[in-house]
Every structure is written in C-alpha cells, then in structure tokens.
C-alpha cells in the first residue's frame, strides 16, 4: 500500500509514518509533503496513492485547496488538532479522520475501516471525496460568546472573552474570568471544548481549558514539556506533554 502524507510538521509527519509502518508493516510512504503547493505538484505528476494522510490546516492554507486544483480518487484520512472541525462533515461523508496527537491504536482503527472499504476505494468510479459537496455541507461553528452561570441565587452571565481558563475544581466544571471570580457550570470540558473558538481556547490537559489572552509566558519543562504561565494564578502548575507541546506551540502562533 503506497502512502502519502501531507503534513507540514516535519516531525509530526515523521512520528505519523513510523506510526502506520508500525501497524501496517507492508505500508510504503512514498512521499511527506508540507504544503498545498507541493502536494499539487507531487499528484500532478506522480501515480495516485493508495492512501492520503493530509492535515487540514497547512502552512499556506486550508487542504481543501488541493482539491480545486487536482482531482482526488484515493481515500483521505483527515489530521486536525481539533475535534470540532468539520469532524460531522467527514463522517457524513464516509471520510476517516484522526486527532493529534496520533496513537497506535487511532492508526490501528484507521486501517481497520480502510480495509473494510478497499473494495470501494478501488474503485475509481468511486469519487468518495466529492469536494464540492463537503465544501457546501462545512459551515463556520458556531462559537459559544457566553455562558450562563448560576450562583448567590442569581443567574449571571459571563462572556467567553471574560473567561481566562476553565478547569476542573473538586470535580466540577468551573470558569475562573480574567477578575478572578469562579462560577461553576453544567457542561463537562469536553463539551466546552466543543462550543468554544477553537482559536480562542486550547485544552492543556484534562484539568484546564485556557483563553490565549491568558497566557503570560511558556517555558521549557522536564522532558520536552512545557510550562504554561497565566496572567492570573493557578493552583497547580499546568504542564503541556512533550506530545502536545508543538500543537500548543503552533496554536500560539498562527493567530
């Protein structure tokens, strides 16, 4: 099976193929690109793969680019750092897609659904990615801008540009706003997660989903970790793992 990964992290696209080598030991990359531009002229000019990995947000633009510029029968398995992205739009239409960080189990299930469906790949009739189509069913989330709060026997609502982190406090779901004042909420985190900018919010860990006006300095950890700092303090240190530490990283800067 002959694979292509757009990825435009290098170690993330390498880490990626060491990963499908490992769970599909007869796989073959055939080439890592890091953008639109170099993914075009590589189809263009290359017979199709059998597989795609390709990360939805590239250095010079979204992937969906790639396909006004050159048709795509193979399978695609969509990369995102972010579970809300067109995820439902994906899964409508019969495409796979995996979250970052990758793990062998999500490769492993990965080539479990290829496999069931290669008869339909092979099929060149076939066209699964119909762009179009995905292009007219993704619409922009929509982004929660407040959340109603209840506490001191009143109903309080707190803007989410007010919020400086969410976090998990004695097991309840709690927002600490940039005035330092905690409400507690309803909703889980992952389900904030969901309803927030995800270019507002990134969940460090299971504990604290922060603002990025909430983020005063980073720095490096033990073990290629990092270590947040917010403009208001917090009880705990909140450390980033060494595998989430470049998708933090480029969260931070592509704004």
Not at 64 to 88: G, L, M, N, Q, R
Request: charged share 25%.
């Amino acid at each position: 099976m002959n694979i292509l990964i757009i990825e435009d992290e290098v170690k993330i696209a390498r880490a990626l193929a060491q990963l499908i080598v490992n769970v599909q030991p007869e796989a073959k990359i055939v080439a890592s690109k890091q953008s639109i531009s170099g993914a075009v002229l590589y189809l263009t000019t290359n017979n199709r793969p059998d597989l795609i990995f390709m990360d939805i947000q590239l250095a010079d633009g979204l992937c969906f680019e790639i396909f006004k510029e050159v048709k795509i029968v193979s399978p695609v398995v969509f990369c995102t750092a972010y579970d809300d992205y067109a995820i439902e739009a994906f899964k409508s239409n019969g495409i796979d897609y995996i979250l970052k960080p990758f793990s062998k189990e999500t490769i492993l299930k990965t080539f479990e659904k290829v496999n069931k469906f290669q008869s339909f790949f092979q099929n060149p009739k076939n066209d699964l990615l119909n762009i179009e189509a995905l292009l007219n069913r993704i619409s922009v989330p929509v982004e929660k801008k407040s959340f109603l709060v209840f506490k001191n026997n009143r109903y309080i609502t707190i803007a989410s540009e007010n919020i400086a982190f969410f976090y998990i406090r004695n097991e309840i779901p709690t927002i600490v706003t940039f005035d330092e004042k905690e409400y507690g909420i309803t909703q889980s985190l992952d389900e904030v997660r969901n309803l927030v900018s995800d270019k507002q919010f990134f969940r460090l860990n299971r504990q604290y989903l922060i603002n990025f006006a909430a983020v005063k300095e980073v720095e490096h950890y033990f073990s290629r970790k990092l270590l947040v700092k917010l403009v208001i303090p917090t009880s705990e240190q909140l450390i980033v793992g060494k595998d989430k530490a470049t998708i933090f990283l480029g969260w931070l800067e592509k704004r």
